[in-house]
């Protein structure tokens, strides 16, 4: 099977790696990649963005799967263009991926679904912001209705904080503070089937401690040692099954990966969010334990044969990722310093760590930090304290002037706590 990754995130470097290891996967491109991707698949440039670009390189490289990685491809419609090309896809359609593009479409989805979630308001002015705000109270929880890159939500008690950030926005969700810790339950959908993945937990906030601005994430582990068993199969029944089985009703079937980001709350499971893709740094803890080749069960969600599937095997182990960040990320981060250390992370950690890529380019021999978030290191061990272990060693192998990274991530999980 040749499969075309459309990204360039940690993310799309951790789908490569398991594709890469698949024995059904004979040829991996990967558009436009990073510096760790182009070492295990053969990149290419183009406009991620432009469906009919990116449909004639699938049609090019004679591509039998394409999986796209991020959101606003899917955002903007790329994979409806593959699928008119007839070329399989792992992705939603556009109208489909509006489940994460716009936070009134999902709350719309989700009322006619039954899913549990924040109760909300949308508005569109500073005077319905207002009386939304005094309607729920502190902690205020303001959304930005557009994709914002994990960056358009703010969560805070200061009054004249949640009201400046609605204003900045077009059409803001204002919803009720969801208190409880937070899961991420990735799964695959052929728009009928519902195959889900194994839990985790990610760290959105910058700095220890869950202080400082959200990121698109900085860290994340499975299992969650912590978590109800019934966990799982309760958000199938109450959550993704449901959503999905609306998105069919409604004449727009979610094929891909549907990402509930939950709150355990003490009233039972919440809907936090909603997203269209895998995500990061999660895709990164979840792939580490997947012991079923990916490429089969990517290629079941886009030609609709998820019900003909094994059951997915999973390793016992336990998975810690840990996010290496820019100087001041998730502000606008320094860009261009050199990254050292990654070949003694290689040398000295294979056998249960490795580096998987963001923000990063090669120029001659070195590797040189390119974004925000610039790599994450992922880990795995017979616990989490070993996993986490095994993520902080290879961590400090690294070194990129400036950047910064979390040194709690997975730690009161690991502590039993
Ligand atoms: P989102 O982009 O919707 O995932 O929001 C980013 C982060 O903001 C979430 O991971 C939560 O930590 C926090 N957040 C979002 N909505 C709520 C809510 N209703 N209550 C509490 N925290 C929230
Ligand atoms: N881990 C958060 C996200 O991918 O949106």
Not at 154 to 168: N, P, S, Y
């Amino acid at each position: 099977m040749k499969v075309l990754v459309i990204g360039s995130g940690a993310r799309e470097h951790a789908l490569c790696r398991s594709l890469s290891l698949d024995p059904a996967v004979t040829a991996l491109h990967c558009a436009p990649g990073n510096a760790g991707i182009a070492e295990i698949a053969e990149l290419h440039q183009v406009d991620i963005l432009d469906g009919a670009a990116v449909s004639a390189l699938a049609t090019r490289l004679e591509a039998d799967l394409v999986v796209v990685g991020p959101e606003a491809p899917l955002v903007a419609g790329v994979a409806d263009v593959l699928r008119e090309a007839g070329i399989p896809v792992f992705g939603p359609s556009k109208e489909a991926a509006r489940i994460e593009g716009s936070k009134a479409f999902a709350k719309d989805v989700m009322a006619h679904a039954g899913v549990p979630t924040a109760r909300s308001y949308v508005c569109t002015n500073a005077e319905e912001a207002d009386s939304a705000l005094a309607a729920f109270g502190a902690p205020y929880v303001v959304k930005d209705d557009g994709l914002a890159a994990g960056k358009g939500v703010v969560v805070t008690d200061d009054i004249e904080a949640a009201k400046a950030h609605a204003a900045r926005c077009e059409r803001v969700v204002i919803e009720e503070y969801l208190d409880g810790p937070e899961v991420s339950l990735f799964a695959v959908t052929d728009g009928e089937t519902v195959l889900p993945l194994q839990p985790a937990q990610d760290f959105k906030r910058a700095f220890d401690g869950d202080a400082g601005p959200n990121t698109g994430g900085m860290g994340a582990y499975s299992p969650l040692p912590w978590a109800d068993p019934a966990l799982v199969d309760e958000v199938v029944r109450t959550v993704l099954q449901p959503t999905v089985d609306e998105m069919r009703r409604r004449g727009t079937p979610f094929v891909g990966l549907l990402y509930a980001g939950l709150a355990i709350t003490s009233r039972g499971v919440r809907v936090i969010e909603f997203n269209a893709r895998f995500g990061d740094p999660e895709t990164q803890v979840v792939l580490a334990r997947l012991q079923t080749p990916l490429a089969g069960v990517l290629m079941a969600a886009a030609t609709g044969h998820l019900a003909d599937l094994e059951p997915l095997r999973w390793s016992d182990e336990a998975a810690v990722t840990v996010v290496v960040a820019s100087h001041n990320y998730p502000g606008t981060p320094r860009t261009g310093d050199p990254i050292t250390g990654l070949d003694e992370v290689a040398a000295q950690d294979a056998s249960h760590a490795y580096v998987l890529h963001a923000g990063t380019r090669r120029e001659g021999d070195s590797v040189l930090s390119a974004g925000g978030r610039v790599l994450s290191v992922t880990a795995t061990g017979k616990d989490l304290a070993e996993a986490r272990d095994r993520a902080y060693t290879a961590v400090g192998r690294i070194h990129l002037d400036g950047s910064h990274h979390r040194t709690d991530i997975a730690a009161k999980a690991a502590a039993g706590a």
